[in-house]
């Protein structure tokens, strides 16, 4: 098992974000989050992450504790993750974020006598060609549509050579058609890369065609844990859903 997550607890005042939430996930598994807004899927991302301090609860990652740990150390664990804004430098190229990216996150490989922009220069064309934007890596960030965006945010978290990817709502703001083709790539990127991914998702639309394994959250707490089929005839899931579209 690479992540084991117990009790994990947050409270912003009196409202539990997250609620004592258990979850197990294994090497290369594909997990979607589902859960409507407001139910505690980013918070959730966030104390993983150590983006939050948490309440109470423990986060195992390898077997090694990272409860206590800062969101930079639990970064270099190689637990990389995007996040529900896209946050992407508008004035540069596409090809200079991955390469940043690459460059500060294996700052102890520094060759002194190698100007930094010649560094990484292969494994960034590797990365773009995965996210498919080798077109376009000349192109500064800012001029980039949303999807494209969100690709080269896939690309950053790929930079970091997670072993534990964190993906919050890579389709967010996108047309259907994009959500589609984001979808189609976040499935092959796992496969071709062995990655261990886990990802919300607040359109049950969106995960069901291809997620193994769908988790749901609602009030700050999992309500059901089970392959699609399971879940489409769960009837807690059904009611949360069927009652926010009233
Ligand atoms: N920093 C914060 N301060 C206060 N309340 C927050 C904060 N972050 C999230 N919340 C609240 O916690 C609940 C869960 O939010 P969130 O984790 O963003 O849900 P989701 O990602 O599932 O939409 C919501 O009611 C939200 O308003
Ligand atoms: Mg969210």
């Given at each position: 098992m690479l992540l084991k997550v117990e009790g994990l607890s947050k409270s912003f005042g009196a409202l539990?974000?997250?609620?004592?939430v258990n979850l197990e996930v294994d090497e290369e598994e594909q997990v979607a989050i589902i859960g409507p807004n407001g139910a505690g899927k980013t918070t959730f991302f966030n104390l993983l992450t150590g983006y939050l301090p948490k309440d109470s609860g423990k986060v195992l990652f390898d077997g090694e504790d990272l409860t206590k740990l800062s969101s930079d150390q639990i970064i270099r664990k190689r637990v990389g993750r995007s996040f529900q804004i896209v946050n992407i430098y508008?004035?540069?190229?596409v090809f200079e974020s991955i390469q940043m990216t690459l460059i500060a996150s294996r700052?102890?490989?520094?060759?002194?006598?190698?100007p930094a922009k010649k560094m990484y220069r292969e494994e960034t064309e590797r990365i773009l060609e995965a996210v498919g934007l080798t077109e376009l890596k000349y192109v500064p960030g800012g001029s980039l549509s949303h999807g494209d965006k969100k690709r080269v945010e896939m690309g950053m978290v790929l930079a970091l050579k997670p072993r534990l990817v964190l993906l919050d709502e890579?389709?967010?703001?996108?047309?259907p058609e994009e959500t589609l083709a984001t979808m189609a790539l976040v499935k092959e990127l796992a496969e071709k890369e062995h990655l261990t991914m886990i990802f919300t998702e607040h359109d049950m639309s969106v995960v069901?065609?291809?997620?193994?394994r769908i988790v749901v959250m609602y009030q700050g707490t999992i309500i059901a844990d089970g392959q699609p089929e399971e879940i489409k005839g769960n009837p807690e899931v059904r009611k949360v859903y069927l009652g926010e579209r009233r």
């Open positions: 539990m974000a997250v609620h004592n508008p004035e540069t190229s700052r102890k490989s520094y060759d002194l006598f190698s890579p389709t967010a703001g996108m047309a069901f065609a291809w997620a193994k």
